[in-house]
């Protein structure tokens, strides 16, 4: 009679027929009267004790089966769809499948451990890196000058490091035990924060000067609520905002001999900057000094008598008050001598003209003519004799209805009050062309469209056209060469399409 087996919940794994054995599984299960039944079963007990020991995953392996690899020296089980450690985490170069929330991965790529979530997603558990190094807050133990060993903490971006923490003052010595970091830029390590290329107590660049936010060496950035030392000097030597300085009304003075004196008020006179220890006739000098060079004077402010008062340049025609991108808001004077290459104003016997750009209709006859910014200029009215036009015809405005014609459409007289023009068709007369540029604009006034009278201009044409051909009036405004009653021009030019276009024409 055959044996059922069954797994360890219920379910049927196999049937073992009599006198057989079965291998569904890796162990052999000895099916009744089979004769050789004491080596397979001793062979199992050895699977089991052995935990299937090799360097290849057991084939034929079930849910909850162990097995011992031999190839890693790791004990794995069985989870149905995948082999797991037993203990440690999983070591494979990419993500390995079959792995639960809070198990771990070690990457023999990056050499770093992964925890996955309950999302399905690995992080990083470490160590950090960035680029070819590794970017982290060592902490490190260091020995000073003396021999002393020292605990700091490293800060280390791709392994180059950027500042140390340590709780005491000590000198580094050349020399460090294996596994700290190289401490270039590094000597006197100060209690607290010490940046790189800091060993003086100030941050220096690479030719020792003090860093100013220009050069590539790190500054701790931001808002400090105290400081020891402003530019090397105690704070005590500053005064606060919040402080009162205080002149009497004798002001102060300046230089070695109390040259320059400021006085704040004078007995109720106008306060004065001046020349104290000079004699008549000398001058107080106003000047500046280029990156390059020596201090040179610019402006002199001189009381020497009436005709030498005032503010006077040191050398004649080299220096400016102002430029083209540094303007004064205004400057008043009585008289002003010299060339302005701009002015808002013309004088003509006595009255003042601004220049202005007139506006069509307006009656502004106090203004200098001007040139808009594309160089036109606009008028009332022109006395004289125009020379050339842009444009090419001559047009007179017409009332076309509600809705204005499009360019190039014929048009003849309209036979009811709504309108002076209507589209023109064949057994109308035309009497011109709605106009795209007028040179020639008559009627200005008038409302309505331009319509071109006489002159050249694009007409819709349905149909082949030749140059030389004449151009009729067909319907709703449109042309063809089809000869009716209304003759709208000649074809300047030709064209081939059957569609409707604009041909150029001479009006007739």
């Known amino acids: 009679m055959a044996y059922i087996v069954n797994l360890f919940n219920g379910t049927q794994l196999t049937v073992v027929e009599d006198g057989t054995i079965d291998q569904s599984t890796d162990l052999k299960l000895v099916g009744k009267n089979y004769s050789g039944y004491?080596?397979?079963?001793?062979?199992?007990?050895?699977?089991?004790l052995e935990s299937f020991a090799g360097?290849?995953?057991?084939?034929?392996?079930?849910?909850?089966?162990?097995?011992?690899?031999?190839?890693t020296t790791k004990l794995k089980f069985y989870t149905g769809t995948a082999w797991k450690n037993a203990g440690g985490a999983e070591v494979a170069s990419s993500e390995p499948a079959g792995l639960n929330e809070g198990d771990l991965w070690w990457s023999t790529v990056n050499n770093q451990l992964y925890g996955k979530t309950g999302s399905g997603e690995f992080v990083l558990v470490g160590p950090q890196s960035a680029g070819t190094g590794t970017t982290q807050m060592l902490s490190a133990t260091v020995l000073d000058n003396t021999d002393t060993e020292r605990n700091i903490i490293i800060a280390l971006i791709n392994d180059v490091p950027l500042y140390i923490t340590s709780n005491v003052e000590f000198?580094?010595?050349?020399?460090?035990?294996?596994?700290?970091?190289?401490?270039?830029?590094?000597?006197?390590?100060?209690?607290?924060v010490t940046l790189v290329n800091s060993s003086s107590g100030q941050t220096q660049n690479n030719l020792g000067n003090p860093v100013s936010g220009d050069t590539n060496e790190p500054i701790i950035w931001g808002t400090a609520n105290d400081a020891l030392n402003l530019?090397?000097?105690?704070?005590?030597?500053?005064?606060?905002?919040?402080?009162?300085?205080?002149?009497?009304d004798a002001g102060f003075t300046l230089g070695d001999s109390n040259d320059l004196e400021v006085k704040i008020d004078t007995d109720g006179t106008s306060p004065i900057i001046w020349n104290k220890n000079t004699t008549a006739g000398d001058k107080l000098y106003l000047g500046a000094t280029r990156p390059s060079g020596t201090a040179t004077k610019i402006l002199a402010v001189q009381n020497t008598d009436a005709s030498n008062t005032g503010l006077f340049p040191v050398t004649?025609?080299?220096?400016?008050?102002?430029?083209?991108?540094?303007?004064?808001?205004?400057?008043?004077?009585?008289?002003?001598?010299?060339?302005?290459?701009?002015?808002?104003?013309?004088?003509?016997?006595?009255?003042?003209?601004?220049?202005?750009?007139?506006?069509?209709?307006?009656?502004?006859?106090?203004?200098?003519?001007?040139?808009?910014?594309?160089?036109?200029?606009?008028?009332?009215?022109f006395n004289g004799t125009a020379t050339k036009a842009r444009y090419a015809d001559l047009a007179e405005k017409y009332t076309t209805g509600d809705t204005d014609l499009e360019p190039g459409t014929a048009v003849a007289v309209g036979d009811d009050d709504c309108c002076e023009v209507v589209p023109a068709k064949s057994s109308l007369m035309c009497i011109?062309?709605?106009?795209?540029?007028?040179?020639?604009?008559?009627?200005?006034?008038?409302?309505?469209?331009?319509?071109?009278?006489?002159?050249?201009?694009?007409?819709?044409?349905?149909g082949p056209v030749k140059k030389g051909q004449a151009v009729y009036a067909w319907e709703e405004g449109v042309c063809t060469t089809t000869a009716t009653t209304g003759l709208v021009g000649v074809a300047l030019e030709s064209n081939d399409s059957n569609d409707e276009k604009l041909v150029e024409c001479v009006l007739k």
């Open 231 to 248: 530019g090397g000097r105690p704070a005590a030597d500053y005064r606060l905002t919040s402080d009162s300085v205080n002149f009497d």
């Open 316 to 381: 004649n025609d080299l220096y400016n008050i102002g430029s083209t991108t540094k303007k004064f808001a205004q400057i008043h004077a009585t008289a002003f001598k010299g060339t302005a290459d701009a002015a808002n104003g013309l004088v003509i016997s006595g009255i003042t003209y601004a220049a202005s750009i007139a506006v069509p209709g307006t009656s502004d006859k106090t203004s200098i003519v001007s040139r808009d910014s594309t160089g036109d200029i606009t008028a009332v009215e």
């Open 38 to 48: 004491g080596e397979a079963q001793n062979e199992n007990f050895v699977h089991l």
């Open 432 to 462: 011109g062309v709605v106009s795209t540029d007028p040179a020639f604009m008559m009627n200005s006034e008038a409302e309505g469209q331009y319509i071109a009278l006489k002159g050249r201009v694009p007409v819709r044409v349905k």
């Open 171 to 192: 000198t580094l010595k050349t020399e460090q035990p294996e596994g700290v970091p190289t401490l270039t830029g590094f000597t006197l390590v100060k209690r607290g």
């Open 55 to 71: 360097t290849t995953a057991p084939s034929n392996k079930i849910t909850g089966q162990v097995w011992y690899d031999a190839g």
